[in-house]
């Protein structure tokens, strides 16, 4: 049963920091590209970060240049490294494959983050 748990959200004020992480079991975690997705109330589920088995990296626009994405596949963690953070970044933070493929019916219950004074 592949299972995601995302942990390490919380209330932070604008301009503040968070790490965010994100256990995988039972999948072959290493072979796979992996990416951190957020859902805002009221809107879609949007992809933010994307690292590859290579760990190549990719961002939204959105987040590019305040968000770091990585892996460690002796783990089997993803991480999400949240700086310079803005009342936008508010959502509920997920971890999942990517593309999510056949892997939409393993959604964790993810992480909550508020960014507000």
């Known amino acids: 049963q592949v299972q995601f748990v995302e942990s390490g959200g919380g209330l932070v004020q604008p301009g503040g920091s968070l790490r965010l992480s994100c256990a995988v079991s039972g999948t072959m975690f290493r072979i796979y590209a992996m990416g951190w997705y957020r859902q805002a109330p009221g809107k879609q589920r949007e992809l933010v970060a994307v690292?590859?088995?290579?760990?190549?990296?990719n961002y939204a626009a959105s987040v590019k240049g305040r968000f770091t994405i990585s892996r460690d596949n002796d783990k089997n963690m993803v991480y999400l490294q949240m700086n310079s953070l803005k009342p936008e970044d508010t959502a509920v933070y997920y971890c999942n494959r990517n593309p999510v493929g056949e892997f939409d019916d393993y959604w964790g219950r993810g992480t909550q983050v508020t960014v507000s004074s």
């Open positions: 690292i590859t088995s290579a760990e190549r990296t």
